[in-house]
């Protein structure tokens, strides 16, 4: 089936370390993005990307890296330097950006809860 | 600047009861996307409809219904004939420019988290 995957749902990290977040999809989309959301709260955008080997800061960049080497992969580091990294991440992806009007709804994967312990 | 207000924090309601969740906008753009999208338990968002500015028409799909009025910058939501699994939190959001976000970023609203009970 086609989807956004994310791993894994559940990852504890200890105060100074990176960890990353993966995040996989076969739907053939160029852009693909990373927002976290925090209780009670709407989403905010940390990276995007909209093509292989380019991706842009979102609101949120701060204390994270990406990558995107693979048209299909977008994974998400959350280092040391983020102060307050307990929250639920969701990857998305879209046709592409700056596509006509029929194209670029965002779908979503299901996510992936970081608790730092 | 560009703000999506969900004035409802938390709505409960008996199934078969109807509710509508309303969306507040703000934007300077005349290109503009309104979304909603459901996320159950589980977490996922998923992605149940997408409207432009300039397509006013109400539009039903099943139970669910869509009131988009740009003199009001409203976008509300209306289930019908609610059911348990309607329980979840639903957000709306916006994305500015031509071709429906020239940065991909949705402006999300907080969420307004539907209770429907038996």
Known sequence: DGGITQSPKYLFRKEGQNV?????QNLNHDAMYWYRQDPGQGLRLIYYSQIVNDFQKGDIAEGYSVSREKKESFPLT??????????????????????????NTIYFGEGSWLTVV | AQKVTQAQTEISVVEKEDVTLDCVYETRDTTYYLFWYKQPPSGELVFLIRRN??????????????NFQKSTSSFNFTITASQVVDSAVYFCALSEGDYGGSQGNLIFGKGTKLSVKP
């Not at chain 2, 500015?53 to 869509?66: L, M, T």
């Open chain 1, 78 to 103: 959350v280092t040391s330097a983020q102060k307050n990294p307990t929250a639920f991440y969701l990857c998305a992806s879209s046709i592409g950006m700056g596509t006509p009007v029929s194209g």
């Open chain 1, 20 to 24: 990353t977040l993966s995040c996989e």
């Open chain 2, 53 to 66: 500015s300039f397509d006013e028409q109400n539009e039903i799909s099943g139970r669910y219904s869509w």
